[in-house]
């Protein structure tokens, strides 16, 4: 109870010392408003424009790799140094009559410094530039960003068609030089197909029939040739039977043979007669054996021996030729003329074969080669022709911005002039004074009754002497 008592007494003490100063609280909320007012009044007024810059994105693709791409994000730092130099700034407070004309260097110099600390550029987004102008007044604020905003969009405009130039011109070197190559790869065609002009896929179906009747006349001309030949050996057989020498050895063999029966008939073996006409017989035989091994061969030399015994044969004392011989020498001739006709036939339709598969096997390997060099020249047209088009792309482009002017950035949003300056409205200030009053007069009571020393209760006396007080003691004079 006496804890509630204290605390009662506490809060008339400070209710007690806030009424005693009460006309100290009432003046200082009834005089701050008004000095808060006095002040917003007073205070500088300050007015804010702002103007916005989009930068174009290029819109070409076939164009992209050589137009100006303007990429701000990495190019903002340069834009803000160039609007924020000096050079720029006198000329725009020149050309906004922000100072005379004819005025000092240093005169321009002071108002473009100040001008800067007003400036402030961002960049919003990722094309979007920003510029924000802040002063004590509003003139000239649509006039100066105004002029910024246009000195930017000359400056990119400018960038954008010096380094359209520079593309158009390198553009027209590579277009040059990729005419030269094409040029170049159409001759190497040309010359390739000239060279191996029966060599080009077309001519495969030809060779593939010729190749059939070559094929046939051959495997004809082969069994001629050999049944020719066949017949050939045969009559050489019968035209060495026909050999004179020959004949006259198998007449004396004969004729031996014979003699040889007869004398068996009463003689035998080893009787003198006997002997001689069997060692007569071999020695035939031999001889005849020995002819036949001699005629065996068929050329010319033993042919032309045969002929000269056909036409003057040998023991024969009249002289005539051999009809039978001689006959059959002309016929084993003409079989030698045919066989080597065929011979001559075959290998020349065989030498043909081997060219025409060799031909064959060629072509796949041209139609390679000449597809590889037709895809050389396709490719190198289409990037001619793909140069070619960007090249008028670029310079029409170029023409459209001479005549009508580049479009590398454009204002979307024009300054205008401010009527309300950015300070706040006079209630804002009156309340605010109010507040700042209440709590200035408060503060002010709280420290005059701490400075006050007048003992006005009777515990402070008590406190003070250590003493009960029981009645109270008026103020002395």
Known sequence: MEAITDNYYALYIYLDAFWRRRYLIVTCILITPFLALLS???????????????????????????????D??????GVKAYLSSPS?????????NLVPADSSEKTVQQAADELKKKLKITLVGEDVVQIDLSQNTPNYLSIILNTLGNKLIERLNAQNLSVTNSSLIVLENELKNQEETTNKSIDALNHYIDAHADLTPAYRDIYFARLREITSELGENKIQYNTTLTEQKELYGMIVKLNPQIGQIENAILENDNKLFVMRLTYTDNFPGVKALIQLGESLRAERDK???????IDDNTIQALWNMAIVPPNNKNGQPNPTLTSQLEKLRNMQLKTKGLSQQINDLTNQQKDINKKLRLIDTTSKTITKLNQTVKNNQNAYNDLLTRYNLLKMTLNLNKTNGSRSAQIVAYPQKPIKSLARPPLFFFVIGIFSGIFLGFGLAIIFEFMDNTVRRRRDIEAIGDVKVICRVETLA
């Open 72 to 77: 701000i994000t990495q190019q903002f730092a």
């Open 291 to 297: 002819l036949y091994k001699q005629y065996q061969n």
């Open 88 to 96: 720029v700034l006198e000329k725009i407070v020149v050309e906004t």
């Open 40 to 70: 917003a009044t007073l205070l500088p007024k300050t007015y804010k424009a702002s103007i916005s810059i989009a930068i174009n994105k290029i819109e070409t693709p076939s164009l992209k790799d050589v137009s100006s791409t303007i």
